[in-house]
């Protein structure tokens, strides 16, 4: 079993910052990539940001400059830090991991619940 869980979401002013942080548990053997992707109401999951188990890192458009992705491998946890926040940003922030279990050899894609972000302007 591996597990997903986000924290760090919630309400700021427009130009403010959070920190989102994602940590995996559970039976893993190693993990892979790990990314933060957001759905807002009515629109489809996409990709913010996305960071490989050796660090490369690759980001939307719409966040570049703006957000950093991180990660530390020892505690299985990747962060999202969020800065000049714009209403647009506004959505819920799902956490995911291609991540390979102690059990067997395959790597499969997990995500957690999600966290909602909220902007006000």
């Known amino acids: 079993q591996v597990q997903l869980v986000e924290s760090g979401g919630g309400l700021v002013q427009a130009g403010g910052s959070l920190r989102l942080s994602c940590e995996a548990s559970g039976d893993i053997f190693r993990i892979n990539s790990m990314a933060w992707f957001r759905q807002a109401p009515g629109e489809e999951r996409d990709l913010v940001a996305r960071i490989t188990s050796g660090g490369t890192t690759n980001y939307a458009d719409s966040v570049k400059g703006r957000f950093t992705i991180s990660r530390d491998n020892g505690k299985n946890t990747v962060y999202l830090q969020m800065n000049s926040l714009k209403p647009e940003d506004t959505a819920v922030y799902y956490c995911?991991?291609?991540?390979?279990?102690?059990?067997?050899?395959?790597?499969?894609?997990?995500w957690g619940q999600g966290t909602q972000v909220t902007v006000s302007s």
């Open positions: 995911y991991g291609n991540i390979a279990r102690v059990a067997g050899p395959y790597f499969y894609n997990y």
